[in-house]
């Protein structure tokens, strides 16, 4: 495969016709599809899949779709104009039904198995039939692929149904979930972390799933009531959704021979990786082995950025795994995630997460995932003794390579030139013992004031206990502060320290009205988390740059949540 010189788009592609001219298929047309599928993709019951990179599926289309929202900065950079979001076929399509979809676009998506690794350890009970056959995309169908101003994208619909994979589950996703999903992955472009992109979102007027949600003012743990939910279709893309997962379900194949051509499937979807996510950055014309250690490197590369820069704007995963962790460096699958708030070192907004997915743990859950990439594409190298080294060195230097990233981000964010480990203790050490916010703390020192004064609008509590050392440590970070003009390092500093953060407690009101039928809210936030290190309106922030109230605290589905599908 090879990036044909596909025409680019003109910039206000309004019709569906033009659209479906960008379609160009490298995944279903140089990978291998399963042989037991059906040629139609009528494919939807949960089963094994013993080879194959993918299984054709047709989505299951929405009842009654109505338009929520689309996103029109990602729109204006594929250069596809607003009207397309209501274009009746792009709607079908987009809401499931692919019945519209004409040449040289499919009338049948496709969804992919891949493995689960937790913290580094394999696992197949999450496979209904323990084999781990049947673990991958239950509920997310890809439904296009093309080449869009010279850059290849994939789009794939959250919530499009039951696939093989779907492990007995209705392969839906709520509104609620979805707009979460939606507005997340506009607010990380925002903010400069690498993520996958939100296309439309669209609501069935008259499908609901039941789901266990928490009533109102639960402090449980767990959900306590079962929720009547609308269903709803949201759109992501990105370069690929090629998974750390999907590697290793390949290489445990290899390693057991499961089947005569596994060891040749685990080599073409690693090649397919490096054409898909890699193509500009990795020579196609290296022998094979050197690719996959250019692979390791690019790849190391990324995921210690994407994870520093998660620190750097207060996100945490809450389920960081191998399978959703992107082959391609980006944050993928917005899930039990969550922002920061009152800083925690062991912020952990999923209760099913544990200590190892907690905000500071990421680093660690990288490195696990890393360590399954290296394990899942060493088989191909061992007879290659001289790159098997320098991949085996990539591997070994991860750590290291994570702890430089990690402390660059600190020196960024604090204004300095390089990272001073005594002062970044004490700042930790004083942050989590006076209830900080951790974005208007970051916000307001980049004003760099010389009295603790000016910090307090950060602290849930008011004391003066701490202030002479707070006001200590004020002044240990300005003398580090490199020399010259104050103002260009404040301005550096309002680059990196965001002012509009994602905080819960102001996103429920905007699904919860979304359910209701008005989407107002969720398009005013589209609008604030879009732009969060731009300074708004006195209206927008007295509301969005403010303490979480008490009220939300230890609230079940604001501060923490055991799903939310």
Not at 47 to 61: D, I, K, L, N
Not at 83 to 88: I, Q, V
């Amino acid at each position: 495969m090879s990036y044909p010189s596909k025409p680019s788009v003109d910039p206000g592609v309004t019709t569906f016709d033009e659209f479906v001219q960008l379609a160009d298929y490298s995944l279903m047309d140089t990978l291998n599809a399963d042989p037991d599928a059906t040629v139609d993709g009528d494919d939807r019951r949960a089963r094994q899949v013993f080879s194959g990179h993918f299984v054709p599926v047709t989505p299951t289309p929405l009842a009654e779709p109505e338009y929520v929202t689309h996103s029109s900065t990602f729109f204006n950079e594929l250069g596809l104009s607003d009207e397309l979001a209501f274009n009746e076929k792009f709607r079908q399509v987009f809401s499931g039904d692919i019945s519209a979809a004409r040449e040289p676009m499919r009338q049948v998506g496709w969804a992919t198995g891949y493995a689960l690794s937790i913290y580094g350890t394999e696992y197949t009970q999450q496979c209904p039939f323990g084999t781990g056959n049947g673990y991958g995309d239950g509920r997310a169908i890809s439904v296009f692929e093309g080449i869009i101003n010279g850059q290849r994208w994939e789009m794939q619909l959250k919530g499009g149904g039951p696939t093989p994979y779907c492990r007995g589950a209705d392969g839906r996703a709520v509104l609620r979930s979805s707009v979460r999903e939606f507005l997340a992955q506009e607010h990380m472009q925002a903010l400069g972390v690498p993520t996958s992109r939100a296309l439309t979102l669209y609501v069935s007027k008259s499908e609901t799933v039941t789901r266990p949600w928490y009533s109102q003012d639960s402090h449980d743990l767990d959900p306590d009531i079962l929720v009547d939910n609308p269903v709803a279709i949201s759109t992501r893309v990105a370069p690929s959704f090629l998974r750390v997962g999907q590697l290793e379900l390949f290489a445990r194949r290899a390693l057991s021979n499961a089947h005569p051509r596994a060891l040749e499937e685990l080599s073409m979807i690693l090649s397919h990786l490096i054409e898909r996510e890699y193509f500009f950055d990795i020579n196609q014309n290296l022998d094979f082995a050197d690719q996959l250690v250019e692979l390791a490197k690019l790849f190391r590369q990324r995921l210690t950025s994407l994870v520093a820069n998660w620190l750097r704007v207060g996100y945490c995963q809450g389920n960081f795994n191998s399978d959703n962790c992107a082959a391609g460096g980006f944050t993928l699958d917005y899930g039990p995630f969550g922002f920061c708030e009152i800083f925690d070192p062991w912020f952990q907004p999923w209760t099913g997460g544990g200590k190892k997915f907690s905000f500071f743990n990421q680093p660690g859950a990288a490195e696990a995932n890393y360590y399954m990439f290296w394990k899942a594409v060493r088989p191909l190298l061992v007879e290659d003794a001289g790159a098997l080294e320098q991949f085996d060195q990539l591997g070994r230097g991860f750590s290291e390579a994570m702890q430089k990233q990690v402390q660059k981000m600190w020196a960024t964010k604090l204004g300095l030139t390089e990272f001073n480990p005594e002062l970044f203790k004490k700042l930790m050490q004083l942050m989590t013992h006076s209830d900080v916010d951790y974005t208007i703390f970051f916000r307001e020192l980049s004003h760099i004031p010389d009295d603790i004064s000016a910090l307090k609008k950060s602290l849930s509590v008011k004391t003066s206990q701490q202030d002479e050392q707070w006001q200590s440590w004020l002044k240990s970070w300005r003398d580090l502060l490199p020399d010259g003009n104050l103002a260009e390092i404040s301005t550096t500093m309002k680059q990196t320290n965001p002012k509009y953060t994602w905080r819960e407690w102001l996103i429920v009101p905007a699904y919860q009205q979304a359910m209701q039928g008005d989407y107002t809210l969720v398009k005013e936030l589209q609008e604030v988390l879009s732009y969060p290190y731009d300074e708004h309106s006195l209206d927008v922030e007295d509301k969005y740059y403010r303490l979480r109230p008490s009220a939300f605290s230890d609230l079940g589905g604001v501060s923490h949540y055991s799903c939310s599908s």
